[in-house]
């Protein structure tokens, strides 16, 4: 069994669900229900992985204050190691507000300590208790974008293989750096809106030519139209969704992460990668919040035995 590193964000999520709309200026509106759930996308594809039966280390911050206890007990209870999971009073712990209606969803975030961690804080010593680096929310991870290059190839340097989920960009400037920084990645994780952004290219398949450097591995999710990655010949290789009675939505694309790379580094083929993929985050939206209903590797493999 591979030893998984996450090195990302923490922050709860509070979960609106099933808003009669969602929320204008001087207006006020019900939800059918609320809670409190564990959030950011990194705590996401951790504790999927971790539910996979991975062993799974973090590597965050958060404040000192009452969410922070929150997200730490919460990956403690999912069986992660939290040794490298620093709290700082100086620091807020970050908040997301999650609104669904029955057709849409929104979210608004206090970053708080979400951009707080920093490449200097992943250790060499952390770096050689684990085989393989996973990244999310570039966009969101303020003090750790500069020096991710440099991390992803401390990394390698130490043979650990290395996967970068990129999150949405809030501002949409997508940025230029990414044939630099690919260059030290394995895998790469976009959905088709990222994909597009950091391209420039409106189709899935132009946009994985455009960022195609000979060595990573990149699947754009695709949400209920499944995923897809470049085949042999240049072509778009295509694995379709599951479907299952879906109740939210939120992290389905965290989950995809944490089932694509437990059977990525479980030595599986791509294209069952890609299904394990698929059927995490398709079985993921059976709950309230991104980790409620994650899936254990039973409850995969009858999805997947089911399933044509």
Request: charged content about 20%; some cysteine.
């Amino acid at each position: 069994m591979k030893r998984i590193l996450i090195a990302g964000e923490l922050n709860v999520d509070l979960v609106f669900r099933d808003c009669q709309s969602f929320p204008a200026p001087g207006h006020e509106v019900l939800a059918e229900d609320a809670q409190v759930v564990p959030g950011s996308s990194s705590m996401i594809c951790a504790m999927g992985l971790a539910r996979l039966g991975g062993k799974v280390a973090f590597a965050g911050k958060t404040g000192a204050d009452g969410w922070g206890d929150f997200c730490v007990s919460a990956l403690q209870n999912a069986g992660i190691d939290v040794t490298a999971v620093r709290r700082d009073p100086a620091l807020r712990t970050g908040i997301t507000a999650s609104f669904s209606t029955h057709s849409d969803r929104a979210l608004v975030t206090f970053a708080g300590a979400i951009g707080a961690l920093r490449a200097d804080d992943i250790e060499d010593a952390l770096l050689a208790g684990a085989d393989h680096l996973h990244v999310s929310s570039y966009y969101l991870q303020g003090a750790l974008r500069p020096d991710l290059k440099t991390l992803f190839a401390r990394a390698r340097a130490q043979g650990l293989s290395t996967s970068l989920d990129p999150g949405f960009d809030p501002e949409q400037r997508w940025g230029n750096e990414w044939l630099g920084l690919l260059a030290e990645v394995d895998l790469f994780l976009p959905n088709d809106k990222e994909l597009a952004g950091i391209s420039g290219c409106v189709s899935p398949l132009d946009g994985l030519r455009a960022l195609d450097n000979g060595r990573t591995r990149i699947v754009v999710k695709l949400g209920r139209y499944g995923c897809a990655t470049l085949g042999h010949a240049g072509d778009l290789l295509e694995s379709p969704a599951f479907k299952v009675s879906a109740v939210d939505s939120t992290g389905a694309g965290d989950s995809f992460d944490a089932g694509f790379l437990h059977a990525w580094l479980g030595g599986h083929p791509l294209v069952d990668a890609m299904r394990w993929g698929n059927a995490c985050g398709a079985l993921s939206t059976r709950g309230v919040g991104g980790t409620a209903r994650q899936a254990d590797a039973g409850e995969v493999e009858v999805l997947l035995e089911s399933a044509p």
